[in-house]
């Protein structure tokens, strides 16, 4: 008779199925928490100044050479056809439709997410968590709500900065240093993009990846091991989790938009 060894893919699969289980109810929980969490304004107001603005730099310079290579790029794909008045709207849609909320997305990941991370972390790991239990207060209403839903309204507006800086990068290329006609640009944009069509499918996509990228860095830190290697291991779980359900979300989202 063998021994029951915890490698066992029995043993594996009842701790995955475990993980999910306990995901979803607490993703369920931190959507309970939004009545609270707007009573207490503050506490939000103080994470989005945390998660947001820390994070503008990088986004708007990102996103400023994100346009530098798309209109340099696009320029020279639209000469071969004689369309390189139609610039602006290349760079426009590409930025709104797809790269715009992706790259920020990405980015708020590895500069927002990981903070997030590390800091519920190192409460678990300093016993604060525990000790807000012993106190009778809840610690998703109290620590992890606020960060939570600052996440989700600090992802779209960061998306929109990427997705501006994006545009006026494509204009300095284009316009500025390559020639083409500043009307023939703006006009492009204006006459091309349909704010409900793009725009709208730009923000829902970011709005959705703010969700998913601030559980996932809740969820890693809550769930880390009370110890620096296991802080350090949640950590780099938030990158490569967060990553790459923005990712396969992105090819979800624009199948069922193009669809519908």
Known sequence: MSWYRPSDVGWN?????????????LFGRLLLTLG?????????????????????????????????VFGLQGYYTLQRYGSSEALGLLVTLSLVRELGPVVTALLFAGRAGTSLTAEIGLMKAGEQISVMEMMAVDPVQRVLAPRFWAGVIAMPLLAAVFSAMGIIGGWVVGVLLIGVDAGSFWSQIQGGVDVWKDV?????????FGF???FV???QGFQALATPEGVASATTRTVVTASLAVLGLDFVLTAMMFSI
């Open 217 to 219: 860095a809740l969820l």
């Open 36 to 68: 609270g969490s707007l009573r207490r304004f503050g506490l939000v107001r103080d994470q989005i100044h945390f998660l947001g603005n820390y994070s503008l730099a990088i986004i708007a310079v990102s996103g400023l050479f994100v346009g530098f």
């Open 200 to 208: 709208g499918n730009g923000v829902i996509k970011s709005i959705v």
């Open 13 to 25: 699969l009842r701790r995955q199925l475990a993980g999910v289980g306990f995901a979803a109810r």
């Open 212 to 214: 998913t990228v601030t």
